[in-house]
């Protein structure tokens, strides 16, 4: 028996190819940056303004690319895609109702 029928994945047989280990170097490279350009906005006087909002949205960002990748949740059935979005988006809502409770909003 070779190695292929002995492994039985767990994907359906129309999922989608993964990326190779040239793309993951890539995305490591670019999540290292985007921390790179986080550690120094508040450093940067002329991101004041937008400093939380900033940071907020390029941590979104390295979460989406090390989930959707490196966790494989990309290649993943829509059912579990669903399950993560819906239970993302209510922690987001928990985390918004605790700041509220506290008035920190």
Partial sequence: MTAEATTTGTHEEGSAKHPSPKFYWLLALGLAVVTAVEVAIPYLSAFDSVRGPLLVVLSL???GA???FFMHLKYENRLLQNFFAIGFVGA???YLVVLA???VL
């Fill in 61 to 63: 960002l390295k979460f």
């Fill in 101 to 103: 409770t506290f008035r």
């Fill in 66 to 68: 090390v989930v959707g």
């Fill in 92 to 94: 987001i809502i928990l």
